[in-house]
């Protein structure tokens, strides 16, 4: 366990500096940017060495491996993002759970989590998830609205008891005219957010990023970036 903590304060460290100078290069100070460490496939033990470290927001993917986790975790003061494709099916028990819902991608689920956040008590903060690779009316390859329907779709969340809009989020595409442009992507959906934000002046979430293109994002202007194997590493998947 010692030897797996001074592995992720290394991890944690590096990324951290990474942060930091893109912060610099972009003329952004470092706490405009938020670290989420995307913790999915690893124990509840390195979630707890992370909060050791300093982190508090956390990630997670799949509600099967996040609900066991978060509850093994309940007593540390951490930010739980949910980032994967939802399926109605288990919004009851995210809801339970999630501070944070980025892949909110359909008004159907808009209205699942509602009813899940009521009866639960709580308040979700939900982004929208944008596909940049899909034309209007099409899910995109890795889940997400078309931009043109973020706005129905941001309308609905703020509409709705239990939910609180948050924000946008992306992940970078692998088809269409964003393929393999990170920081153009990251770019448009910074103006996708100005749109939303100037009917929703409190959604300034920006979620964009991961370990590959953390840079791209903060320069584009990212508030939250999603890192996972550049701070857990490579190891032995669970299950």
Known sequence: MTDRRTELAANLAAVEERIASACAAA???????TLIVVTKTYPAEDVRLL???????????????????????????????????LQTNKVRSVASYADVV??????????????????????????????????????????????????????????SPGLRLGGLMTVAPLAGPYA?????????LMEI???????????????????????????AGATHVRVGTAVLGVRPRLG
Request: aromatic residues 2%; glycine residues 10%.
């Open 51 to 85: 909060h050791e470290l300093g982190a508090r927001h956390v990630a997670e993917n799949r509600d099967q491996d996040a609900a066991p986790k978060a509850a093994a975790c309940a007593d540390l003061d951490l930010v739980w993002h949910f980032v994967g494709q």
């Open 102 to 159: 980025q892949s909110v991608d359909r008004l159907k689920l808009a209205s699942s989590l509602s009813a899940a956040a009521v009866r639960a008590e709580r308040e979700l903060s939900c982004l929208i998830q944008v596909a940049l690779d899909a034309e209007s009316g099409d899910a995109g390859g890795r889940g997400g609205v078309a931009p043109g329907g973020v706005e129905e779709l941001a309308a609905a969340i703020d509409g």
């Open 193 to 219: 957010s100005a749109s939303l934000r100037a009917g929703h002046p409190a959604a300034n979430m920006v979620s964009a990023g991961m370990s590959a293109d953390l840079e791209q994002a903060v320069a």
């Open 180 to 188: 393999g442009r990170q920081q153009a992507a990251f770019e448009r």
């Open 27 to 33: 003329g952004r100070k470092r706490e405009e940017v």
